[in-house]
Structures are given as structure tokens and as C-alpha cells.
């Protein structure tokens, strides 16, 4: 059974609330002759009213407004343990230091959210390797075990087009069917880049927190984007956070044992678990390479536990501009001194964290 960890951070004793008083059998409070009693307050004769204050009207009796538009950050912070991935509960705002572009920034609110999700399964499907066509089904399924009623899920694949096999439903019917129908790829080449930007895209025009699996080797063989055009999509489509699951890590390794793999191949897919790892890190989602189909049921339990449980942190940036820049965002957690937050078990022994949030946002601009 997982421990709950204990956070350790100084307590500040001027916030401190008093414990009630306790009560007798009869319902009244027990009298501590040790306790200082106040006298009663007289009552007080309430203060005359304040003479009312002159109006005034504008000249010509014409009504101006002012509008003053503030904007307003909503981050989503996860904080799960190294160790077994588990969601760390318990934080306040004060745990929290946020820095906008090297600038401190002050966090009003922190809630933790627990709902349904919104999510697509992007899926490689091509004829370039059986094992990775296997890995990508294998981890399909898992995540379709883990669904919700209340979940919502598109299925999408790719080769050297995207084809959208389900539009977002949450009949488990249906996508099973969906996920069952993929049995014989057709073409070997795929295009990575092309299939997650018209994704993204999609998304824009669904409203709150969504959520991709993009399940494949990494590999990009003909998309007409670029890495860079790729990457600046990532970081200015808001509210989409991307899980990324490599296939293929056991056949690559016994090729590679066996010397059937070139170096060139190898960089290939080497440069496909970099990219697949750097979609994750931007969204603030988290990224496998699963050797053995049994590790599978341990992601998606991770994934989930990252997806349903999640902290959104509230605060009015100091750059106020509406200039469409992209600004980067650091989280770090603080005990009440301003120091690193120190995480230990119940036994004392420390317990080492992970902090995930998106890497920024992109401001808005003036006619937005």
C-alpha cells in the first residue's frame, strides 16, 4: 500500500486557529481557572450616520465608463512523487512560487480539480514494423481500460494522412470497435508532425483542459511541418496537455544486440524519443518508453492519477502587455520560510519530487 507523504514545511504560529472550548455532558464549556477572562464588553451606542454624499452628475448628463482589462494566468501544476508517481495533496498557494520570465509572481488561488477528461488517442499506425504496430495496440487497450463513464475520447490514427476513426464519445462501445478495426496497416511511411499540428488545431475549438496520447515511435518520415513550426504550435495552443508512449523499445533493442541496426537508424529513433519527450515536457504531461507490456498498466494508472487529480494555480501576471509573446513559467515548491519544500514518509525518510507544469504561455494580443 502507498504512503501518503507527510509534507514537512514550518508552521506560522501568528495564523494559527484556537481550538474550540471544550464541552461538558451538559453542553456547556468546562471553566479552566487557569484561563484569562475578558470583562463583557458594555454595549456600545451605535455611531450617528455619516451625512450622505453630494452627487454629482457628468456635465450634460452624459455617462462615461472606463474598461481596465487584467489579465489572469490559470496554471495546471502537478506534483507527483519520483518514486511511484503518486499526486502529492495537501499544498496551499504559499507552497507555491511561481516565476514569469525571471520575475516573481503572486499566486491568489490554488484549488485541486478531479474531473471527467477530455482526450484523444493519436495513434501510428503504418507497415513499418509488426512489433511497433503490436506496442501500439497493446498500449491502446490499456488506456481504453482505464477510462471513466464520464470520459470523453476521440481515436485518431495516422500514416501519411491523419484518419479520425471516432469522433469524441464516451460509448466504451464505440472505441473499442475503433480500436479493433486496426489490423493491417497500409502505408510504411507517417507523418508525425503533420497529424498532432491538425490535432492541436482541432482542439482550439473545444473549451477546457483536453488531452492527447500520442502513442508511436517518434519517427517523422514525410510531414510537411518542421520541427521548430511544430514546437511554436505546441507552445501556443493553451489547455492541451500531451502524454507521450514510445513503441518499439524491445524490438530496437534486440536489433541493436543483434547488429541489425545502423547508426543511422539508431539516431533516427533517438531523435523520435527526444521529440516525443519534449511535446510532454512543454505541456507539462510525462513521457514512456515501456520495454514489456507489462508495464503498461503502471503508465496509464500514472496518467491517470496525473490527468484526474491536478492543481490550478491562479494569478495576475506583473507584465501586463497584451503583446502575444510567449512567456516562460517556472513552478517550484517553497516551504513558509521561502526554502525548498523537504517531502519526507511517515518513517522520516525524504522523499524526492517532481513538479509539472506547463513551460508558458503565450500572452494575448491587443484585439483579442
Not at 507527510?6 to 471553566?31: C, K, L, Y
Not at 490559470?74 to 498557494?93: I, S, Y
Not at 495552443?237 to 547508426?263: H, K, L, N, Y
Not at 492519477?305 to 512567456?327: A, C, E
Amino acid at each position: 500500500m502507498t504512503m501518503l507523504p507527510v509534507v514537512a514545511f514550518a508552521q506560522d504560529a501568528a495564523v494559527q486557529t484556537p481550538a474550540p472550548a471544550p464541552q461538558t455532558d451538559e453542553g456547556g464549556p468546562v471553566v479552566d481557572n487557569g484561563s484569562i477572562v475578558l470583562p463583557k464588553k458594555k454595549e456600545e451606542t451605535a455611531p450617528p450616520a455619516a451625512p450622505a454624499e453630494e452627487k454629482v452628475k457628468n456635465p450634460g448628463g452624459e455617462i462615461f465608463s472606463m474598461r481596465v482589462d487584467v489579465p489572469i494566468v490559470n496554471l495546471d501544476v502537478n506534483v507527483v512523487l519520483d518514486k511511484t508517481h503518486d499526486f502529492v495533496p495537501g499544498l496551499k498557494a504559499g507552497n507555491f512560487l511561481v516565476v514569469e520570465d525571471g520575475v516573481e509572481q503572486q499566486v491568489q488561488t490554488v484549488r485541486v480539480i478531479k474531473t471527467p477528461i477530455t482526450a484523444v488517442m493519436l495513434l501510428e499506425f503504418a507497415a513499418n514494423s509488426y512489433a511497433f504496430v503490436q506496442d501500439m495496440q497493446n498500449a491502446s487497450m490499456s488506456f481504453f481500460r482505464s477510462l471513466q463513464p464520464d470520459d470523453y475520447v476521440a481515436v485518431e490514427t495516422y500514416d501519411i494522412r491523419p484518419h479520425i476513426l471516432t469522433d469524441f464519445t464516451n460509448n466504451k462501445d464505440t472505441i473499442q470497435q475503433a480500436l479493433e478495426s486496426l489490423t493491417i496497416p497500409t502505408f510504411r511511411e507517417t507523418n508525425e508532425f503533420d497529424a498532432l499540428y491538425e490535432t492541436l488545431d482541432r482542439l482550439t475549438r473545444i473549451e477546457g483542459r483536453k488531452y492527447i496520447v500520442l502513442i508511436s515511435n517518434g519517427h517523422d518520415s514525410m510531414s510537411k511541418l518542421t520541427l521548430d513550426q511544430m514546437l511554436a504550435k505546441i507552445k501556443a495552443t493553451p489547455d492541451v496537455t500531451i502524454f507521450t508512449i514510445s513503441t518499439g523499445a524491445f524490438a530496437r533493442e534486440m536489433a541493436d544486440a543483434r547488429g541489425r541496426m545502423g547508426s543511422s537508424s539508431r539516431m533516427d529513433y533517438l531523435q523520435g524519443d527526444n521529440e516525443m519527450k519534449t511535446f510532454a515536457q512543454l505541456t507539462g504531461g510525462l513521457s514512456y518508453q515501456p520495454m514489456f507490456q507489462g508495464e503498461l498498466p503502471d503508465i496509464f494508472s500514472q496518467i491517470n492519477q496525473s490527468i484526474r487529480n491536478q492543481y490550478v494555480l491562479t494569478y495576475k501576471p506583473t507584465n501586463t502587455k497584451n503583446d502575444g509573446t510567449f512567456r516562460k513559467v517556472k513552478v517550484y515548491l517553497v516551504d513558509n520560510e521561502g526554502k525548498p519544500l523537504r517531502m519526507q514518509d511517515e518513517k522520516g525518510r525524504p522523499q524526492k519530487y517532481s513538479v509539472i507544469a506547463r513551460d508558458g504561455y503565450k500572452a494575448k494580443l491587443p484585439v483579442e
